[in-house]
């Protein structure tokens, strides 16, 4: 198994489910890079997957707004891997996993 954060299980399993399920190695790389070797916060990495699942959503929706929906198809697939990524590890308590799910399970 690839292991991104040494020692962290939870974690690497769920980065390399999102990988096999097509996420972009370097836009996970991005999201994952600034938490290696830094103390586990769900939080953070919650946040740095939601932020690249968005930007990829954004240029998504410009590809639709250009007229490029089979452009826009594969970048809402990856968008919706990373929020999924994201709301797995949170506990239910945590309010923003439940927006991370809809915005995942909906798109436009």
């Known amino acids: 198994m690839f292991e991104i954060f040494p020692g962290n299980y939870v974690w690497n399993l769920s980065i390399n489910l999102a990988l096999a399920q097509g996420a972009a190695i370097g836009e996970i790389d ?3 890079r600034p938490l290696v070797g830094a103390e586990p916060d769900s939080e953070k990495l919650f946040a740095n997957l939601c932020a690249i699942a968005d930007r990829v959503r954004a240029q998504a929706d410009a590809d639709v707004a250009a007229g490029h929906e089979l452009s826009a198809a594969p970048r809402y697939r990856r968008a919706s891997i990373y929020y999924l ?22 798109p436009p």
């Open 30 to 32: 991005e999201a994952c």
């Open 85 to 106: 990524t994201a709301e797995r590890m949170q506990s239910r308590s945590f309010a923003p996993w439940k927006l991370a799910y809809r915005t995942a399970a909906h």
